[in-house]
């Protein structure tokens, strides 16, 4: 297995996973890979549970993820973590890498008016009640994470500290 370290923030949709990464590249170094950008590249129909669509958005995340690794030791990235793509992606990066995985909790209501507010230009547009059944699933699937942040009422300096907790054990 390779030295390199892959952080991964899994949860809801406007949970703040995209603000937590971008924190941790400003303040820790730790290059924040926007994997929506690839994403938003791929054509998408009007199905929310299309498979070539979804094996196909983590085949290019992870192909992403890899080449980005080429040059740096460590990034973080995020994503709702559902479907059997992402567990078949993160598998394999498994294989090949150090995952730490990072629960980021929020409740439901303050997703919804979290994605409400955000910039759609840097991220996928979803209908509200898109989000809701994207955020229902991800309640419901549980995954289990190596460590935890509870992102409802939190500061950008709570925030850090957080992370800082998790890279401390890292050590």
Known sequence: ??????????????????????????????????????????????????????????????????????????LVFESTGLTQYFDQMLKSLQGDFQIVTIGVQADLETCLKRVKKRDQSIHIDFSDKEVNEINLAVLNANRQTDFEIDNRDMTETDLLSAFQAILNKQS
């Open 1 to 74: 297995m390779d030295s390199k370290r892959i952080y991964l923030l899994i949860g809801a949709k406007g949970s703040g996973k995209s603000f937590i990464g971008t924190l941790i590249d400003k303040h820790f170094g730790i290059r924040f890979v926007r994997v929506e950008d690839w994403v938003k590249t791929l054509k998408r129909n009007d199905s929310l549970i299309d498979d070539n669509y979804l094996e196909q958005v983590f085949r290019t995340i992870e192909a992403g993820i890899r080449s980005e690794l080429l040059t740096s030791d460590q």
